[in-house]
């Protein structure tokens, strides 16, 4: 059972950064796709990015093209998020999560799941 955990959350000012984590213990991801989803209060969650198992093609929501960049590190069984120019709608809980095909975009597409770090950007 692979066990996900986030972290790296904070809260930030307008137009700063933040780089999140997400460890995998209790197996290898590096044959799982992997992605970033994130939740604000009172919405549904909603995907943010994703990589494929190479750690090569990438596909980000609109909203944060340009701003964020995800990465991985098979090696250490890490996936990354940098967050740069952060907007306070950015603001939310961000989740890890596995998926066993590329380019997929909802939530039932993934199976494991961390349990999240909060993100706050003020104005």
């Known amino acids: 059972q692979v066990q996900l955990v986030e972290s790296g959350g904070g809260l930030v000012q307008a137009g700063g950064s933040l780089r999140l984590s997400c460890v995998a213990s209790?197996?290898?991801?590096?044959?799982?796709?992997m992605g970033w989803f994130r939740q604000a209060p009172g919405k549904g969650r909603e995907f943010v990015a994703t990589?494929?198992?190479?750690?090569?093609?990438?596909y980000y929501a609109d909203s944060v093209k340009g701003r964020f960049t995800i990465s991985r590190v098979n090696a250490k069984n890490t996936l990354y998020l940098q967050m740069n120019s952060l907007k306070p709608e950015d603001t939310a809980v961000y989740y890890c999560?596995?998926?066993?095909?590329?380019?997929?975009?909802?939530?039932?597409?993934?199976?494991?799941w961390g349990q999240g770090t909060q993100v706050t950007v003020s104005s």
């Open positions: 209790g197996g290898t991801v590096s044959g799982y796709t």
């Open positions: 990589i494929s198992k190479s750690g090569g093609p990438t």
């Open positions: 999560a596995t998926a066993n095909y590329w380019l997929v975009t909802e939530v039932h597409e993934y199976h494991y």
